[in-house]
């Protein structure tokens, strides 16, 4: 029957079962969005949330392999690494994985799939934390080939950067050109700290206050942050940090006194070791090539085990190095 040829009554009641029908019809789709969203959460809140999955398995995987590459299980940690690699992450896991791969390759004595990593990095990641530390080690293996000059060049970019390896970039291209040590440090810019972010800061800013601030830190802790043993391993690392600070000032003698306070406050741990192979740079830049030697052979684990390795097999060919600096 047309909806004419209706009652009034029968009009109304069938706008009111077609109103009905919506909100039951509404309401219905509602709870299968909440439910499946709440299903989501609970997936999330367990481990297996879909829509991550992915990410999480690729940093849960690029965790291990990181941890193998610190023990010094540099096969099994590249094989895990080549892996990740080819994934092709887009975001910083991708640098990181293409870093380490580099490091496991070059501590295997890799050194042309070594290069290629290293110049992935710097060519895929520009802009990430991973492309400086992957010019720093083609600075190396630029050295270990034979070519100073390339090697000052690649030291010399990280001496005009802002970011913590700088000092290390202006010493060895010093020492790979040929030149003389000049400080990198510029005006002071504002009063000591105690706060790690604001020190680091000045470090990168090439304020020389950077100094002060990591010494009170070294000396006193953060203000207002860790207490215990954490207050220490942060004292640590404020030591290997005032190292870089007294470098960049140009006073290697300070450098090596407050890398040795890390090393032997720290042995066998991430700062102390860190440290060694500071140490064994500077022996090397001074001509000292068997404490070099006996500095790397104290790092047989942590994130500098890699690099300790390859330069043990470099020093173990009695190589052609740069005059010492004086």
Same mark, same amino acid.
């Given at each position: ?11 109304r009641?069938?706008?009111v ?5 919506f ?5 219905g ?10 299903s ?7 481990g ?9 398995d ?23 690494l080549?892996?990740?690699?080819q ?10 994985a293409t ?6 390759e070059?501590a *295997?004595g890799? +050194?042309?799939?070594a290069?290629?990593? /290293? #110049? !992935?990095?710097? =060519?895929d990641?520009p ?11 083609l ?7 034979g ?24 010493l ?6 040929g ?24 470090? *990168?800013?090439? +304020? ?5 601030? /990591? #010494? !009170?830190?070294? =000396? ?6 860790a ?15 005032l ?5 960049g ?22 700062w ?5 192979v500071k140490?064994?740079?500077l022996a090397?830049?001074?001509?000292d ?17 890699a690099e300790?390795?390859a ?5 173990a ?10």
């Amino acid at each position: 029957m047309a909806s004419a040829e209706l009652g009034p009554l029968a009009r109304r009641s069938r706008r009111v079962q077609r109103r009905r029908a919506f909100w039951v019809l509404f309401w219905g789709l509602l709870s299968t969005v909440l439910c499946a969203r709440c299903s989501a959460d609970r997936q999330a809140h367990q481990g297996g949330a879909p829509p991550d999955s992915a990410d999480s398995d690729f940093d849960h995987r690029l965790e291990e392999a990181r941890d193998r590459l610190n023990v010094g299980d540099f096969a099994p940690a590249r094989d895990a690494l080549v892996a990740l690699v080819q994934q092709a992450h887009p975001g910083t896991p991708g640098a990181r994985a293409t870093l380490l791969w580099g490091k496991a390759e070059w501590a *295997l004595g890799h +050194d042309v799939a070594a290069a290629e990593a /290293f #110049e !992935l990095v710097r =060519q895929d990641f520009p802009k990430s934390a991973e492309a400086p530390k992957a010019q720093h080690k083609l600075g190396w293996m630029a050295l270990m080939a034979g070519d100073r000059a390339q090697a000052a060049r690649r030291w010399g970019d990280l001496g005009g950067s802002r970011e913590p390896l700088w000092p290390e970039g202006n010493l060895l291209a010093a020492w790979a050109g040929g030149t003389e040590l000049t400080p990198g440090f510029a005006d002071p810019g504002g009063p000591a700290t105690r706060k790690w972010k604001d020190a680091k800061e000045q470090l *990168l800013w090439r +304020d020389p206050m950077a100094e002060q601030s /990591f #010494e !009170l830190i070294a =000396q006193q802790g953060q203000l207002g942050k860790a207490t215990g043993s954490k207050a220490e391993l942060q004292r640590h690392r404020a030591r290997f940090f005032l190292g870089k600070a007294h470098l960049g000032m140009g006073d290697v003698q300070r450098t090596g006194d407050a890398w040795l306070t890390a090393a032997k406050g720290n042995p066998g741990g991430e700062w102390g070791g860190r440290a060694a192979v500071k140490l064994a740079i500077l022996a090397l830049v001074y001509g000292d090539v068997e404490q070099a030697r006996g500095r790397l052979a104290e790092v047989q684990r942590g994130p500098l085990a890699a690099e300790a390795e390859a330069l043990r097999r470099w020093l173990a060919t009695d190589p052609d190095l740069p005059d010492p600096l004086r």
